[in-house]
């Protein structure tokens, strides 16, 4: 992996290059192995937070680890193209649209001591539109190689705050197309629906239960890619304790290794359909 700039990544993608890189500024990483018609995202795995923020903030460092989504890349990383975020959403949020992406409060809880500066504010989307630059020139590029892409937008979640039983999987579908993709929604989830887990955990997968697919990250790409489909895929916490902070790894190892052929099986399906 090599530290770049942004206008050298998408230069290299531009240029149908293969590599790995995080950005120069470490907001993000981006790996293509190969060009394939699909993408693995995980806007919501970074936690990191930048120091000029840590004395005004409210929240701990446990607070926003409980929020973030931690090793949604992991699950997705032997995928050929895969694009995760490095920051915490509690800089500055990936999966919200510019005008929203900066909290102010953050699940009922105030964010911040005192208002973030302009500069601050300025520093974070800064980093949010640069992301948005890459995943437009990365889209762009492969709609021009491919008649239509499938994009894996890999999410996690706290399921013990449900007070109800809760699926292991939940998919968002509400802005995509129901009548053009739908029956490929519901094949999605059916596949999550049958991966095999350790530890007793019975795979199960709802659509639009806990979550609807309201990010920014799916409607961008839906927005301005015509042949281009998004699943908002959420995985319920069950590879960590969510209270606690303890990381289950063979949890989080069945699922990356599923996903090797899970996901291409998916995308052949994708291919195969007459959309």
């Known amino acids: 992996m090599h530290k770049r700039t942004v206008d050298d990544i998408i230069l290299l993608i531009e240029g149908g290059a293969c590599f790995e890189a995080v950005s120069d500024d ?42 973030e989504d931690p090793f949604t890349k992991q699950m997705v990383q032997s995928l050929p193209i895969v694009i995760a975020g490095c920051d915490s959403r509690f800089e500055y949020d990936l999966n919200r649209e510019p005008e929203r992406a900066i909290y102010e409060d953050a699940w009922g809880k ?7 500066s302009s500069n601050e504010k300025k520093a974070s989307l800064a980093k949010h539109s640069n992301f948005y630059r890459v995943v437009q020139a990365l889209i762009s590029k492969l709609e021009t190689i491919f008649p239509k892409v499938l994009v894996f ?47 007793g955990v019975r795979s199960t997968s709802k659509i639009n239960d806990t979550f609807q697919g309201n990010g ?18 959420e995985i319920a916490k069950v590879y960590c304790d969510e209270l606690t902070g303890i990381v289950y790894p063979e949890m989080v190892h069945a699922v990356e290794e599923q996903f090797k052929s899970l996901i291409p099986e998916m995308v052949n399906k994708f291919e195969q359909a007459n959309v």
């Open 110 to 116: 105030q964010l911040w001591k005192s208002p973030l």
């Open 216 to 233: 920014y990250f799916l409607k961008y790409i839906t927005g301005n890619f015509g042949n281009t489909l998004v699943l908002a895929t």
């Open 153 to 199: 937008d890999m999410h996690s979640y706290n399921w013990k705050r449900w007070e109800r039983e809760v699926p292991v999987w939940n998919l968002g579908t509400i802005n995509i197309n129901q009548q053009r993709f739908g029956s490929l929604t519901h094949l999605w989830s059916g596949m999550l629906g049958e991966m095999q887990l350790p530890n």
């Open 26 to 67: 470490y907001s993000f990483t981006i790996k293509i192995e190969k060009y394939v018609p699909f993408v693995c995202g995980a806007v919501h795995d970074g936690h990191q937070f930048r120091k000029s923020l840590w004395d005004n903030c409210l929240h701990t460092e446990y607070d926003r680890w409980y929020e």
